[in-house]
T-cell receptor
Framework: DAGVIQSPRHEVTEMGQEVTLRCKPI?????LFWYRQTMMRGLELLIY????????DSGMPEDRFSAKMPNASFSTLKIQPSEPRDSAVYFC???????????FGSGTRLTVV | AQTVTQSQPEMSVQEAETVTLSCTYD???????LFWYKQPPSRQMILVIR??????QNATENRFSVNFQKAAKSFSLKISDSQLGDTAMYFC??????????FGTGTSLTVIP
């Protein structure tokens, strides 16, 4: 099993540009989560999906953020337009229902200049 | 509301010694799971150990063990025979029904040669 795969690993973009982060969960995991990690705020849950359906997006900071999961093996997190304060590490994680732990991807470090 | 508290922002331990990281949580739920995650400088989030609340026996994984005190809502992690590779940020996490994990703010552990 390749684990949760995120791309890109690093992204540097200019303020105002659109950024798309990608995630492939572990096959068979029916929950997918997007987290943001910063020094100031720690790990914040942005949104999570169950069977490709968004369940809770209350953590999405504002309308500039959107997330989709068109199928069980792929999800995107989009920021448009990006701002310097969006600079953070974004993690994707997946989980099988029934009590198991999260498996995290290796994260995308986003820098908005 | 569910909260997880890690009161030790930073700790250090001599190589081969034992160290204990503290975690307390607050919940009115009876059935839940607790986890410790490790985040080394590579930033990968790695599951270290897991505890089901309904189990009285403390979980162990090689050099890692927990002291789970359900009544006190305490879930400490003990690392025995500390190794240089244990240097990392450690996060305590809690989940009950649903799927949102609640993370503590982390403890930065440094193993000193």
């Amino acid at each position: 099993d390749a684990g949760v795969i995120q791309s890109p690993r690093h992204e540097v973009t200019e303020m105002g540009q659109e950024v798309t982060l990608r995630c492939k969960p572990i096959s068979g995991h029916d929950y997918l989560f997007w987290y943001r990690q910063t020094m100031m705020r720690g790990l914040e849950l942005l949104i999570y999906f169950n069977n490709n359906v968004p369940i809770d997006d209350s953590g999405m900071p504002e309308d500039r953020f959107s997330a989709k999961m068109p199928n069980a093996s792929f999800s995107t997190l989009k920021i448009q337009p990006s701002e310097p304060r969006d600079s953070a590490v974004y993690f994707c994680a997946s989980r099988r229902s029934g009590g198991g732990g999260y498996t995290f991807g290796s994260g995308t470090r986003l820098t908005v200049v | 509301a569910q909260t997880v508290t890690q009161s030790q922002p930073e700790m250090s331990v001599q190589e081969a010694e034992t160290v204990t990281l503290s975690c307390t949580y607050d919940t009115s739920e009876n059935n839940y799971y607790l986890f410790w995650y490790k985040q080394p400088p590579s930033r990968q989030m790695i599951l270290v150990i897991r505890q089901e609340a309904y189990k009285q026996q403390n979980a162990t994984e090689n050099r890692f063990s927990v002291n789970f005190q359900k009544a006190a809502k305490s879930f400490s992690l003990k690392i025995s025979d500390s190794q240089l590779g244990d240097t990392a940020m450690y996060f305590c996490a809690f989940v009950y029904t649903g799927n949102q994990f609640y993370f503590g703010t982390g403890t930065s552990l440094t193993v000193i040669p």
